[in-house]
């Protein structure tokens, strides 16, 4: 996959996160391990941190799924 697709995809996701109120701030943007491109979303929500899985499905539309924090990760 081409560096502007990834960079492309990078940004795509945290604009949809913010515009979908999901977030007030994002933390970090990581890729899913087995595909390498960017999928979660970690933030804060109302100063309450939040993590989400984001995907382009097959038609088009921006999936995003809330996903537990991992317990290590909070500080």
Excluded: S
Aim: hydrophobic share 35%.
């Amino acid at each position: 996959m081409g560096n502007m697709y990834k960079d492309w995809m990078w940004d795509v996701i945290q604009d949809v996160c913010i515009d979908r109120g999901l977030v007030d701030t994002i933390i970090a943007v990581y890729p899913n391990p087995d595909e390498g491109i960017p999928h979660f979303v970690e933030g804060y929500k109302n100063g309450k941190r939040v993590k989400y899985y984001v995907q382009l499905d097959e038609g088009g539309d921006w999936l995003c799924e809330h996903r537990e924090l991992d317990p290590f990760d909070e500080i």
